[in-house]
Nanobody
Framework: QVQLVESGGGLVQAGGSLRLSCAAS????????MGWYRQAPGKQRELVAV???????NYADSVKGRFTISRDNAKNTVYLQMNSLKPEDTAVYYC?????????WGQGTQVTVSS
């Protein structure tokens, strides 16, 4: 079993920055993919960014150039640096870890961007 603990959400004005962190613990296999999804009210959960243990990342078009994902493999932690935030970035952000035959989710952290 894998546990994911997120931190770093909050309220910020448009144009501001936030940094999300997610620490994984438990039975973690190498070669996994960690990342972030988000879900706004009334919308489906969508990919924000993911990164594998080799450092290869993938971003949603809507966040390219504004968000940066990184990870510390030794700490099993993934980070999401969010700059130039927009009101449309408001959502609950979920950390995820995908490994052999399973996908795990964190409890979610609220990010609210005011205009």
């Amino acid at each position: 079993q894998v546990q994911l603990v997120e931190s770093g959400g909050g309220l910020v004005q448009a144009g501001g920055s936030l940094r999300l962190s997610c620490a994984a613990s438990g039975s973690i296999f190498s070669g996994n993919v960690m990342g972030w999804y988000r879900q706004a009210p009334g919308k489906q959960r969508e990919l924000v960014a993911v990164v594998n243990t080799g450092g290869t990342s993938n971003y949603a078009d809507s966040v390219k150039g504004r968000f940066t994902i990184s990870r510390d493999n030794a700490k099993n932690t993934v980070y999401l640096q969010m700059n130039s935030l927009k009101p449309e970035d408001t959502a609950v952000y979920y950390c995820t870890l995908r490994s052999i035959g399973a996908t795990y989710w964190g409890q979610g952290t609220q990010v609210t961007v005011s205009s």
